[in-house]
């Protein structure tokens, strides 16, 4: 004789989730229940036909009705329902209104930090830097006296609580060299050669140096900023090339014609 004990164990997890998640026929059957709830709820608005059911459980099912109001267009009540074990009353569980897969909805939130751009720091605006933020790394401290070289520690990043980090340089000369100040500007292709060998350059300290200076120009756009060792301009210090001065075309006289003038 065979043994049938734990065949029900046996029995595949689907199949037993189904089972354990059949609609319950008293809470499928609890509409106006349901539609009250919703009613009270939306009061002063009103609630619209019934979209149907889901179940969410053992003996817990939620039921969908439209909203009407045109300020939630595709948005629907869900309205849950439930009974305990063995009781005939079925109660209502929660009442909320849901977006619907058509349903207006608001752009998604982004935080203060992200949205913030290039330019959008005004005078008294205050700019908060992160704990955490990659782009600086904690800077060596040290006590100072009077024998203490201050322009050296500085340069150390001594005495400052944080410095660059190598990811924030790392960022900033990506930012600079992709830029306006980088050697893919239309001023840059232009320019008849590159800042390297202009005498108005001065080359940035530290790591950067091989990359970047400072344009000290006063008659190019790029003065007192960032520019890349390849960019350029037409204000490059050994333009020898001094465009002549426009020369007046000469004059036509027509001898050909003359004017009449009314008489007196």
């Not at 605006?125 to 201050?150: H, K, M, N, S, V």
Request: aromatic share 6%.
């Amino acid at each position: 004789m065979s043994d049938n004990r734990g065949v029900s164990s046996l029995r595949p997890a689907p199949a037993r989730r189904a089972r354990a998640a059949a609609a319950d026929t008293a809470c499928v059957e609890a509409v106006e229940l349901a539609l009250e709830a919703a009613r009270e709820v939306a009061a002063p608005s009103e609630v619209g036909e019934p979209l149907g059911h889901a179940v969410e459980g053992d003996r817990v099912v939620t039921h969908y009705f439209a909203c009407t109001d045109a300020g939630y267009k595709g948005w629907r009540w869900a309205v849950t329902v439930t009974r305990a074990s063995r009781a005939k009353n079925v109660t209502v569980s929660e009442a909320v209104l849901l977006p619907g897969e058509e349903a207006v909805m608001p752009p998604a939130w982004v935080p203060w930090l992200e949205r913030l751009r290039p330019g959008d720091m005004g005078p008294g605006d205050l700019l908060p830097t992160a704990a955490d933020d990659a782009r600086l790394t904690p800077g060596f401290t040290q006590p100072e006296d009077e024998q203490t070289d201050r322009q050296a520690t500085w340069e150390l990043g001594l005495g400052r609580a944080r410095v660059l980090s190598p990811e924030g340089r790392d960022q900033a000369a990506e930012r600079w060299y992709e830029g306006t100040a980088g050697p893919r500007t239309p001023i840059a292709t232009s320019a008849p050669a590159q800042c390297s060998t202009c005498g108005f350059f001065i080359p940035l300290a530290g790591d950067l140096r091989q990359l970047f200076g400072v344009c000290a120009n006063a008659y190019v756009p790029d003065d007192g900023r960032v520019v890349a060792v390849d960019h350029g301009c037409g204000g490059h210090s050994e333009a020898v090339e001094v465009p002549s001065a426009a020369e007046a075309p000469p004059l036509i006289l027509d001898e050909m014609a003359y004017d009449q003038f009314p008489e007196d």
